[in-house]
């Protein structure tokens, strides 16, 4: 699965640790999720997109 976290903190000047502490996991968590050597659960992808107030397809996509 690709995503475009790293964009979406870039362009609201959030850390990796800021956004970890807001959506309930680990800096590691996001550091693994945005090299994409994790895919997060269905909830914390939810939780990720509602915090930048976006649809979770505007920053997951799917790829076999």
Known sequence: MKNRI???RAMHD??????AS???VTRQTILAIEKGK???SLEL???ISRRFGVM???IFT???
């Open 6 to 8: 790293k964009v979406f």
């Open 14 to 19: 959030l850390t990796q640790e800021a956004l």
């Open 22 to 24: 807001e959506v309930g």
């Open 38 to 40: 994790y895919d997060p």
């Open 45 to 47: 992808a939810f939780k």
């Open 56 to 58: 979770i397809e505007d």
């Open 62 to 64: 799917y790829e076999n």
